[in-house]
T-cell receptor, first 113, second 114 residues
């Protein structure tokens, strides 16, 4: 069973607020990812990291930013939330090679009103 | 570019029926990895299986089985004697050589009726 955690699980917030979605893993994985899942269920990669101080943008353009100061922690921040940011955000981590599967956290369902 | 197609948006069967979820992929990479994940109503993605492009051996795990065919670029998933607890959204995903994230299909919503 994967040990990857996300908080909060649900968040309803007004437009213009700054928010940070937390993601932590206890598996010592260097690689971590953020995916956005739209209401149509499809998942898209928005950010990933190879390790501490490494962050890259994914396939889907996102106004969010990420940081990786500690191996186990990979938070995602939205400086000014908008209704278009309403979605589910899933964090994942994996072992060092392409061969390894990604383990996912429970997700944060964000609603911006 | 990589692509995963799950043509079945929703499947509804009665409990104990067998059901097959289709997955077709596109990639130019010679080395790649295929995955299936399950997403129950609670929302988390649960890893089910990984298959490497150089290993076409089919796999069976209890009531689950997977059929990988490179000739047709397909990686289908069969549930035998389905149960209500199998109700979920199932995603097929692809990771190509050198890629960092997974390319997901749109998912198949499986409904098992009692």
């Amino acid at each position: 069973e994967a040990d990857i955690y996300q908080t909060p699980r649900y968040l309803v917030i007004g437009t213009g607020k700054k928010i940070t979605l937390e993601c932590s893993q206890t598996m010592g994985h260097d690689k971590m990812y953020w995916y956005q899942q739209d209401p149509g269920m499809e998942l898209h990669l928005i950010h990933y990291s190879y390790g501490v101080n490494s962050t890259e943008k994914g396939d889907l353009s996102s106004e969010s930013t990420v940081s990786r100061i500690r191996t186990e922690h990979f938070p995602l921040t939205l400086e000014s939330a908008r209704p278009s940011h309403t979605s589910q955000y899933l964090c994942a981590s994996s072992g060092p090679g392409e061969y390894y599967e990604q383990y996912f956290g429970p997700g944060t369902r964000l609603t911006v009103t | 570019a990589q692509k995963v197609t799950q043509a079945q948006t929703e499947i509804s069967v009665v409990e104990k029926e067998d059901v097959t979820l289709d997955c077709v992929y596109e990639t130019r990479d010679t080395t790649y990895y295929l995955f299936w994940y399950k997403q129950p109503p609670s929302g988390e993605l649960v890893f089910l299986i990984r298959r490497n492009s150089f290993d076409e051996q089919n796999e069976i795990s209890g009531r689950y089985s997977w059929n990988f065919q490179k000739s047709t670029s397909s990686f289908n998933f069969t549930i035998t004697a389905s149960q209500v607890v199998d109700s979920a959204v199932y995603f097929c995903a692809l990771r190509g050589g050198g890629a960092d994230g997974l390319t997901f299909g749109k998912g198949t919503h499986l409904i098992i009726q009692p």
